[in-house]
Structure formats: C-alpha cells, structure tokens
T-cell receptor
Framework: ELKVEQNPLFLSMQEGKNYTIYCNYS?????LYWYRQDPGKSLESLFV???NGAVKQEGRLMASLDTKARLSTLHITAAVHDLSATYFC?????????????WGAGTKLIIKP | NAGVTQTPKFQVLKTGQSMTLQCAQD?????MSWYRQDPGMGLRLIHY???????DQGEVPNGYNVSRSTTEDFPLRLLSAAPSQTSVYFC????????????????FGSGTRLTVV
C-alpha cells in the first residue's frame, strides 16, 4: 500500500524553540515535497527534495531526505509566530505506469508568542 | 504569469446536480491533476493527466470525470453530486514527473470550496 505518514499531526510550541516534523513513506521514491498551507488558503511549495541526502534550508526551516530510510524531516529553528500553519509532505510514487503524488495527513503547527 | 487558475472559488449544489470545476494553467506544464482535501486528511488524488488527450484515475475517481483536450485546460466534472463530495478541490500542474524540470515541483490553484446539500 502506498502510504505517507507524518508525525506529529498536531504540535503546539513556544516561540524560540526548535522542533522536527517527520515524514515516513512506504515505497521507493526519490522525490519528496514539503508544502505549507494557511487556513482557507492554497498550498505553498516550501522544498523539493530530489535525491538521497538532499538538504535544503530557507530561513528557519530546513528539510532533509533519506531515501534509504524512506524518511524526510522538516526542522524548525527558533520558531516564530508567523510559522504557524499546517505542513504537508508529499511523495511521488510510481503506480499504474505513472507517477502519482501521495500526501501525508499534515502537521498543524501552532506557535505561541 | 497567472500560474494555475481555478473557478469557481465557492459553489453550493443540490444532490443530483452536475457541474464542472475549471482549471487552467499557462506554464506549459504537461502534468495536471485534481485533488480533494477533507478535514484532518491530506490531499487525495482524483484524476490526473500526463498530456493532452491522456487522462487516468487516481485514488478516489468515483463520481468524477475529466478530459484534457488542450495542454492548458483540465476541467473536473461532477455528474450527479452527492453530499460525500462536499470538500475543497485543488488543481495542480507540473512538468512531467521524471523530466529534467521537475525540481520546480507542483503549482496549485487557489481551490474550490464545494458544498453539496
């Protein structure tokens, strides 16, 4: 079964703290995406990870990919309130002769001042 | 550059009615797809297309039809709306997965919030 699991699904944290969101997936893939979604809004691309060992950073967010462990992490450093949102990971999986994007359930992140 | 344009933004339907959700992109992307997003869940793939004239089913295709007559447009049709189709629908496009430019990722439309009563 093609499955993408995120944890935690909900995270409430204080400003200034560090935390990591985990994304596990069930089958071989070397393309993983992180998106951010604000309430009532569309999805905003954060990172595209295309190979084993890929690491990308943008501001206080850093994403990494380990294709052998089928694991990606999204690390938040010194969190600020503006990072409050729901974060999704998604994986391109090859099925039925084509690639399909399979999504995790999302991690709702609340950062308190 | 408009990106991915979805219309309408909101729609209320009665059970049994039909409608078409429109999606257009101006980035010359080969790959287009439709997802639905329900509370507490990630997006689920309804249908996708790898190019004009080619469509295929995703995870949850029942009750929906699609067509791809041009590279730019990928409409989603609800033939006979049911309350279970109440959801937020997103259209997305990208370069063909596996192609050289895929590192640009997927671009999403603004979404259509559909309620079926």
């Amino acid at each position: 079964e093609l499955k993408v699991e995120q944890n935690p699904l909900f995270l409430s944290m204080q400003e200034g703290k560090n935390y990591t969101i985990y994304c596990n997936y069930s089958t071989t893939s070397d393309r993983l995406y992180w998106y951010r979604q604000d309430p009532g809004k569309s999805l905003e691309s954060l990172f595209v990870l295309l190979s084993n060992g890929a690491v990308k950073q943008e501001g206080r967010l850093m994403a990494s990919l380990d294709t052998k462990a089928r694991l990606s992490t999204l690390h938040i450093t010194a969190a600020v309130h503006d990072l409050s949102a729901t974060y999704f990971c998604a994986v391109d999986m090859y099925r039925d002769s084509n690639y399909q994007l399979i999504w995790g359930a999302g991690t709702k992140l609340i950062i308190k001042p | 550059n408009a990106g991915v344009t979805q219309t309408p933004k909101f729609q209320v339907l009665k059970t049994g009615q039909s409608m078409t959700l429109q999606c257009a992109q101006d980035m010359n992307h080969e790959y287009m797809s439709w997802y639905r997003q329900d509370p507490g869940m990630g997006l689920r793939l309804i249908h996708y297309s790898v190019g004009a004239g080619i469509t295929d089913q995703g995870e949850v295709p029942n009750g929906y039809n699609v067509s791809r007559s041009t590279t730019e447009d990928f409409p989603l049709r609800l033939l006979s709306a049911a309350p279970s189709q109440t959801s937020v629908y997103f259209c997305a496009s990208s370069y063909r997965p596996g192609a050289e430019k895929i590192d640009y990722g997927y671009t999403f439309g603004s979404g259509t919030r559909l309620t079926v009563v």
